[in-house]
């Protein structure tokens, strides 16, 4: 199903002219505070406004290359699940159900208030690799476009 | 036909989003097929304590037939798998023990699925993420006909659900956002049919506004000023209400500061309260209203603000539209933006910033408020009045005829 098109104001259009709107007057507060020289030009910040938000509203943040390319995911990836394990033969089991009937609810509040950082900082981490991907993906295409220009103009 | 509806509570005083749709459809069912409600004893989501009496009962033409709960949600190995499950690091069989903690823990639904399952002729399950739809689907799966009201939460992308959703007969799904994020994860090859929810038009009836102010002696019951703008629904933080708090005490702040003379603009929280909501002078709580309150808020308000990150359909959406009410809701959550752009009912922000822009727009433009909350209404009579929804469903109850 499309929008319809017998509506008398189209959300579409209106969004873009909304959207269009908050992107210029962030650009004037963030050269007004300072931000890179870059961001004067107006065609230049919304090419990478672009390429941020696309990061930033992906979907699926876990279907990303970078982290395929990292060691093995206990090495770098913030461990937000809590396991509970002892590497003990014998005594293992009692040491398991020690942690986990008595130190775990003592601890668990603090445990619970950390997670949700860990949880805050594994987001952004993920966030920030998927804009590294996008402008991966930017400078493979523009590669591919310069030396397609390249090959005609030979 | 002989149709089994599986929900996993169940009660005209229960108000979850499923087990609402699920009580109404089988209500429209029951005009033309013999209808059997399986569920669970269970009143309240979070503990599943029995509380409801085991074995027969009827709610209208509805035969309902509940099941006990076995044991108790253990909120804190819930907790616990529900980390491990959603960090994407999870075993199958740590997905299913998700399933099992998720609850309630109803076997003797199971046995009766197993035992008595070919009696019925279609079995309809509502909520892929409750025990009875996820271990009584695949007893009955040649005649079962699965409603996911599948969001875009991490549990979607749980492995175990690949097998899962290849398995029903038909589907019937909420919007075109959940059946495709349910076809990412399974090919969808039986019958199926996006059907929303039915919702009937609105009845002109009392005010309770002047009823009550007039047996009060004038005096508004409800402190409300014109303009406000309404949110509907649990106040809570999974609803994507702490975005929304902030966001409007900064627009509020931002429009005190703007130029020109604008009306002060009150937000009306209308819903139980289960977050900590800040002393501000615009923000009014109401905690849970009656029917007529609720109508009577949708009728005066000027927009209805819809924050949550997840949703499979927004039935509080197809209610401002059905009052003729223009909506602002969260991008984030594509279902939510779907609706609003296929019906061109309103607005949509990723951002405060856009929120606040959108938000000045709808109330600074009262024609175009009012345009937009009309093409609201006049989608809600195109799709989602009952013949066209049972309709549809109809069809997916005779083509999935195994």
Redesign the interface.
Known sequence: ????TN??????A??AK??T??RD??RRRLVARGGPSEFRDAEVFARVHEVLARAA?R??L?VLLLPELLAD?DAWKP?????ISSHRPFVGPMIVFFKRRVIL?LV?WLF?YT?DNFRRQDYVNRVVMACLEELAIENARLRRELSADGQASR | MKLACVIHRFGADIAGGSESHCRVVAHHLADAHDVTVLTSCARDHVTWENHYAAGESSDGRLRVRRFPVVRRRDLARFRDVSRLVFSGRASNADQEAWFRENGPVVPALLDELQGRGTAYDRVLFWSYRYFPTYFGLPLVADRAILLPTAEEDPLIRAAALETFFSRPAGYLFLTPEEADLVAERAPVRAPAAVIGCGIDPVEKGSDPFSDRASAEKGSDPFSLTDPFVLYLGRVDPNKGCESLLHYFARYVAGRAQAPGTRHPIQLVLAGPVNMPVPDHPSIHVLGFVEDDVRAALLSRARVLLMPSPYESLSMVVLEAWNHGLPVLVNARCAVLRGQVRRADGGLHYRTGAEFAAALDYLLDRPDEARALGAQGLAYVEREYRWPTVMQKIETVLVGSRN
């Not at chain 1, 199903?1 to 319809?4: E, R």
């Not at chain 1, 509506?7 to 579409?12: E, F, G, N, P, T």
């Not at chain 1, 461990?79 to 396991?83: E, I, K, N, S, T």
């Open positions: 199903m499309s929008p319809d509506s008398a104001i189209h959300v579409d209106v969004m909304i959207e709107d908050v007057e962030l509203d979907r699926d876990d995911e461990a937000v699940a809590l396991r609810p668990r619970e997670e």
